[in-house]
């Protein structure tokens, strides 16, 4: 097979950034490899599933003229004797690994002896999980790609393999396979190759049952074209017969046994002739030549959910489209190319959206998100209502929470807005149906993925402030995202035509995808602001409800936890008060939205009344900073909920609506993009001295934040808040997006100091950088960190050029140990002059 070029162009150039794990195989909460200790050489280490536990993954080439083997990936080499007499196992030389959104490329060089006129061979594994945001369908597709490629001059051969840990957690479990023989890859498309694939489960599933955070219920479709060899057997057995041979002997072992008895193996072989006839060297053409693996985890049914209609096993959406699994693996097979193409569009809009928003830092991070937010996310439904389900990776295991979606959604927000609608409509459409008894939103939709069986007992985690300010704030957003139709080129990228594989039998589906699987959208040409309102008003009864409970509930919240709930129980949040403050003020504009002008004047009234009395509680004596909460004096805050105020242009002023558009060209914009719509030049006021509408939050609290940040950064980022030196990369982002461009810069720079360490998403800023005690790891609340991105598209580009003032001095100066002290000191006097009854409401 023709090497697909496009696979190794989708990663245009280096990456700035060494992460300490590396996404392989990566699309839903169960297909998820890794590749661990990613500083170091992959054949140092087996890959891992997102726990960190190991998963039966390697690869190995051979050079059939030296009778060397040369390990690539995982330890395939622990099962060849040292002390024989048939080939010699040696280190290939790493070139190393480069990423982009979807891609992740590990590259070696095998080099002969001088003897052999010292040729060479480059091989390099692309791992591609693509991100489709203009097909839905391919997104909901659990597979993904590896492929071989091969350059030189020398002959080599591939061999790769997988063992039962891929449907299991629990290694005493027996598995069962079965080779499935050749079918033609590509529907629609004739010249596409056949493939032979190798179909893997437990012997005895369990249905939405997990060992380990695995799933303990679906079947692992291993393939590759149909000229490959294959074998399965014990591993040892099987890697030595390629370490010898270079080929496998094209069996299958009929006897099924536990994961790890005698380990069986499911593996591949390929070989590749480059040297040509003319072996002594000269005159040698380097050629090149590839083979693509697939990978798919099909799981059906994905999920079982308390909908409107009962407790419904829930199909996978790419079911509406595909009937069998050969269609399903055929399809997926022979699209590579489109697939490819699509990944790489996105890959190169977020690289260029990123690197102009921030740096080559940040293009580095933005890419290393996105395959995370997504790996944690399950897609299913039916085209004309589609959903998409989410696990709490890591921390809970929880199904749907609230408060996960919520810091993940600026991705959404970035790259497709529909799909934040699909995130939260499970969410609305149980609670509009009445199964969630309590007067707040829900934190979740069940206890452990995949099974969101609701909490009809009302005794889900208890976060009432938080849920309902997320719940509004993101409702709005994504109005706002289809008001102003915010949608990036990428997601209305169309397929290739030619090799593009075709979906047949459409149907009624026709109005949602196009034959080549595209989405399709508005084809009734329904208004933009309509179709805002339409979501909207589905559930208003619901925004309303949640609205109320804030305005008694969120100017002095009492106890209870925010989304930080590892950091414990808290009176008077300061931050959290934002939030449902915040949340009444969406609740204005959704009304408005609706023409509810009533109901609207009256939550935009309390909501300015609450956030002149916040003031006043939560912002310290001196004005230099937000307090954790109203009666902790002496304490600071990350104050991330003011990045609402911002993404949903409540910063916005009649200034910059009056504003006249721009040539693109002017780059006048805080966070210019190329693509972006042009906007306005600033100028002007603030509002307020003219009688026109002031900013919701005032200009001053935006800028003691940011100078705030600046004086409490830590050498790996800015801590939570000051109780504690940990952070959390989500908050991060969104603080830094509402902060100057140098502080913004200073946060950005210390993150990425980290990241070159490990990625998670909670950590010490200090020290080593290492985990406070508590491990976060491939959690989806990094789709915080395209906080920037998101708020460079909302309203048209209008919220992040409201943001501009930040940017015309340099931080302030400010002693932190001294204000603190003093603010401490002034807070006991206060509470002793007072009396202990002073605050009793607080």
């Not at 001088?114 to 693509?130: D, E, G, K, M, Q």
């Amino acid at each position: 097979m023709r090497p697909d070029l496009l696979a190794l162009a989708a990663v245009a150039g280096a990456s700035t950034l060494t992460p300490n794990v590396l996404p392989l195989i990566v699309r839903n909460p169960y297909l998820s490899t890794w590749l661990y200790n990613a500083r170091a050489a992959p054949w140092e280490n087996w890959p891992m599933f997102w726990t960190g536990a190991h998963v039966g993954f390697s690869v190995m080439a051979s050079v059939p003229e030296t009778a060397t083997v040369y390990p690539l990936l995982g330890r395939p080499h622990d099962s060849l004797p040292r002390e024989n007499t048939t080939y010699r196992i040696v280190y290939p030389e790493y070139l190393g690994a480069s990423f982009d959104a979807s891609t992740t490329n590990l590259t070696y060089q095998i080099t002969s002896p001088p003897s052999l006129s010292s040729r060479s061979v480059r091989l390099t594994l692309s791992f591609l999980s693509p991100i489709t945001p203009s097909s839905t369908f391919r997104q909901s597709i659990p597979a993904a790609y590896m492929t071989v490629l091969v350059e030189g001059c020398l002959d080599v051969h591939i061999y790769t393999d997988v063992n039962g840990e891929w449907v299991t957690g629990n290694r005493d479990n027996h598995v069962r396979w079965d080779l499935r023989r050749p079918l033609r890859s590509g529907a629609g498309n004739s010249t596409a190759p056949a493939l032979k694939t190798w179909e893997v489960a437990r012997l005895q599933e369990q249905l939405f049952t997990e060992f380990a955070d695995r799933a303990e219920w679906g079947t692992l479709f291993f393939s590759a074209p149909a000229d490959a060899h294959h074998q399965s057997g014990v591993s040892a057995l099987l890697r030595q017969q390629f370490a010898k041979t270079g080929v496998l002997k094209d069996e299958v072992d009929g006897r099924f046994r536990r994961v790890m008895d005698e380990e069986p193996v499911f593996a591949f072989s390929k070989g590749f002739k480059l040297a040509g006839p003319n072996n002594n060297g000269r005159g040698c053409r380097s050629k090149e030549e590839s083979i693509t693996f697939t990978f798919t985890l099909v799981q059906d049914p994905v999920a079982q959910f308390a909908s409107a209609k009962g407790l419904k096993w829930m199909k996978p959406l790419w079911r509406s489209y595909i009937t069998t699994i050969d269609e399903l693996i055929a399809y997926h097979y022979g699209d590579f190319h489109t697939a490819t193409a699509l990944a790489a569009n996105y890959s190169a809009t977020l690289a260029r959206d990123a690197f102009l928003s921030g740096s080559s830092e940040y293009q580095d991070i933005a890419a290393l998100s996105a395959r995370q937010v997504l790996g944690a996310t399950q897609f299913s439904g039916t085209p004309d209502h589609p959903l998409l389900f989410l696990k709490e990776i890591s921390s809970d295991g929880n199904f749907q929470t609230v408060d996960v979606i919520f810091p993940a959604f600026p991705f959404f927000l970035y790259t497709n807005p529909r799909w934040l609608g699909y995130l939260l409509e499970p969410l609305l459409e149980h609670q509009r149906s009445g199964q969630y008894p309590n007067d707040y939103s829900m934190h979740d939709l069940g206890t452990h993925f995949p099974n969101a069986t609701g909490h009809p007992d009302g005794r889900d985690e208890y976060m009432p402030v938080e849920e309902c300010g997320n719940m509004l704030i993101m409702a709005l957003a994504l109005a706002n995202a289809l008001r102003y139709e915010t949608e990036s080129a990428f997601t209305k990228a169309r397929a290739t035509t030619g090799e593009t594989a075709t979906l047949s039998g459409l149907g009624a589906w026709s109005k949602c995808v196009d034959e080549h699987g595209m989405d399709v959208h508005n084809q009734n040409d329904v208004d933009h602001e309509e179709e805002a309102a339409q979501w909207l008003s589905r559930s208003y009864k619901l925004w309303s409800q949640w609205t109320g409970y804030l305005v008694r509930e969120s100017l002095i919240p009492h106890n209870q936890l925010s989304t930080d709930d590892f950091a414990g129980w808290l009176a008077n949040q300061t931050n959290l008060a934002l939030k449902g403050i915040v949340g009444i003020r969406a609740m204005a504009e959704i009304a408005d939205l609706v023409e509810r002008n009533d109901e609207a004047h009256r939550y935009r009234a309390i909501a300015d009344e609450y956030i002149a009395k916040w003031q006043e509680y939560g912002v310290s004596r001196d004005g230099t900073h937000a307090k954790l909460a109203y009666t902790w004096y002496g304490s600071w805050t990350t104050l991330y909920n003011l990045y609402a105020d911002s993404l949903c242009c409540f910063h916005v002023t009649d200034d910059e609506e009056e504003e006249e558009e721009e040539e693109a060209a002017s780059i006048l914009s805080r966070f210019w993009r190329i693509g972006q719509k042009p906007i306005g030049s600033g100028g002007g006021g603030r509002g307020g001295a003219s009688g026109k509408k002031a900013p919701f939050i005032p200009d001053r609290i935006y800028q003691t934040q940011s100078d705030w940040y600046h004086a409490v950064l830590q050498r790996y980022g800015l801590p939570l808040d000051s109780r504690h030196l940990y952070a959390k990369s989500d908050w991060e982002f969104f603080a830094a997006a509402v902060t100057g461009r140098e502080t913004r810069t200073e946060i950005l720079t210390a993150v990425a100091r980290w990241v070159n360490e490990t990625v998670v998403d909670l950590y010490d800023t200090e020290g080593d950088g290492g985990f406070p005690g508590i491990n976060f790891m491939a959690r989806p609340v990094v789709g915080g960190h395209f906080a920037f991105l998101a708020l460079e598209r909302a309203c048209g580009g209008k919220a992040a050029r409201a943001l501009q003032f930040l940017d015309e001095s340099s931080p302030a100066s400010v002693d932190v140990e001294k204000v603190l002290r003093e603010e401490w000191t002034h807070g006991t006097e206060a509470a002793t002059d007072e009396g202990p009854g002073s605050w009793e409401d607080l």
